[in-house]
T-cell receptor, first 115, second 112 residues
Framework: DTAVSQTPKYLVTQMGNDKSIKCEQN?????MYWYKQDSKKFLKIMFS???????INETVPNRFSPKSPDKAHLNLHINSLELGDSAVYFC??????????????FGPGTRLTVL | GNSVTQMEGPVTLSEEAFLTINCTYT??????LFWYVQYPGEGLQLLLK?????DKGSNKGFEATYRKETTSFHLEKGSVQVSDSAVYFC???????????FGTGTSLTVIP
C-alpha cells in the first residue's frame, strides 16, 4: 500500500508553461507539506497545510500555489515556469497519534525539468 | 531558534569501514530527532529516530543516540556496505507547532 503518492514522477516542460503536481496520502495524517530539493540535495520547505488550512508559507514566488481540497490531498500548481524551478519536489505528511508526532512520511518525488 | 548542523560531505569509505556522520542541533524545548536516508533516484525514508534524551535509535545496523548535554545525534555504523551509498539527512521536529528542520545532507559513497 502506497502511503504518500505523487504524480507525475517526471515532468518536462517549456519555460512559461503552467503545470501541476498532485499528492495524496492514505495515512490519515492531518498535515501535509511540499519541499523543493535542489541539485545539491538541499531540502527547502515550501508550504505546509494542516486540515486543509495553510500554516507554513515560506518565501516562495507567488507563481507557486498550493491547493488542499481535503486533508488527504495537497496539490502544487506552478504558473509561468522558469528555468530555476527545475528541481525535485517532494510531498510529505505527518500526524502520528503518538510521539514523535511530526515524523515526516515522504512521497517518491517529482522531477521537474524546465527547458 | 531551531536548527540542525550536519557534517559536510561527500564521504567516501571502503566497504566494512566504520561510519560516523556528525549532527548537532539547537532547539527550544524538547525536540524529536531523526535520520532520513535517500537512495539514488528515490524519496526520503526514515532510517531511525529518538524522541527524548538518552534514547538510542537503531535500524539496519545504524545507530544514533540523543545527547542533550552535547546537543548531538551522530549517526554511526560499524561496517558499511556498498548498498549504504546514499544521502543521509539529520532532522529535528519540534513537539509544538509542527515545525521540522533538515540538515544539509551528507552524501556517502561506499566502494568495494
Amino acid at each position: 500500500d502506497t502511503a504518500v503518492s505523487q504524480t507525475p514522477k517526471y515532468l518536462v516542460t517549456q519555460m512559461g508553461n503552467d503545470k501541476s503536481i498532485k499528492c495524496e496520502q492514505n495515512l490519515g495524517h492531518d498535515t501535509m507539506y511540499w519541499y523543493k530539493q535542489d541539485s545539491k540535495k538541499f531540502l527547502k520547505i515550501m508550504f505546509s497545510y494542516n486540515n486543509k488550512e495553510l500554516i507554513i508559507n515560506e518565501t516562495v514566488p507567488n507563481r507557486f500555489s498550493p491547493k488542499s481540497p481535503d486533508k488527504a490531498h495537497l496539490n502544487l500548481h506552478i504558473n509561468s515556469l522558469e528555468l530555476g524551478d527545475s528541481a525535485v519536489y517532494f510531498c510529505a505528511s505527518s500526524g502520528r497519534r503518538q510521539p514523535p508526532y511530526n515524523e515526516q512520511f515522504f512521497g517518491p518525488g517529482t522531477r521537474l525539468t524546465v527547458l | 531558534g531551531n536548527s540542525v548542523t550536519q557534517m559536510e560531505g561527500p564521504v567516501t569509505l571502503s566497504e566494512e569501514a566504520f561510519l560516523t556522520i556528525n549532527c548537532t542541533y539547537t532547539a527550544t524545548g524538547y525536540p524529536s530527532l531523526f535520520w532520513y536516508v535517500q537512495y539514488p533516484g528515490e524519496g526520503l525514508q526514515l532510517l531511525l529516530k529518538a524522541t527524548k534524551a538518552d534514547d538510542k535509535g537503531s535500524n539496519k545496523g545504524f545507530e544514533a543516540t540523543y545527547r542533550k548535554e552535547t546537543t548531538s545525534f551522530h549517526l554511526e555504523k560499524g561496517s558499511v556496505q556498498v548498498s549504504d551509498s546514499a544521502v543521509y539527512f539529520c532532522a529535528l521536529g519540534t513537539n509544538t507547532g509542527n515545525q521540522f528542520y533538515f540538515g544539509t545532507g551528507t552524501s556517502l559513497t561506499v566502494i568495494p
